[in-house]
């Protein structure tokens, strides 16, 4: 059973940054999607094994960057100029198959516990 473990959570000002990041042991494509309550997951960014090919859903981009360092099993979110509508829960997810990015929850094999991000307005 894979552990994905999130840390990095916390409260934020407008306009703030937060680095978010997720241990998970293993050869995976990474993924982080963020959820509110009474709403579905969402796609936030994804990552290959290789760490060549990224994507960003639209709201973020600009603002967000997904990295990983596999020498440290180790996937990064840097969010920048965070906005009030970034408040979410964020879990990282991680996929078995490396053929390409992946966008929706069911593609993704594990999860972590989520970590809660909140910004003030």
């Known amino acids: 059973q894979v552990q994905l473990v999130e840390s990095g959570g916390g409260l934020v000002q407008a306009g703030g940054s937060l680095r978010l990041s997720c241990a998970a042991s293993g050869r995976y494509a990474m993924g982080w999607f963020r959820q509110v309550p009474g709403k579905e997951r969402e796609f936030v960014a994804a990552?290959?094994?290789?760490?060549?090919?990224?994507d960003y859903a639209d709201s973020v981009k600009g603002r967000f960057t997904i990295s990983r360092d596999n020498a440290k099993n180790t996937v990064s979110l840097q969010m920048n100029n965070l906005k009030s509508e970034d408040t979410a829960v964020y879990y990282c997810a991680a996929r078995t198959r490396l053929d390409a990015l992946a966008y929706e929850v069911a593609q993704y094999d594990y999860w972590g516990q989520g970590t809660q991000v909140t910004v003030s307005s």
């Open positions: 990552i290959s094994w290789s760490g060549r090919s990224t």
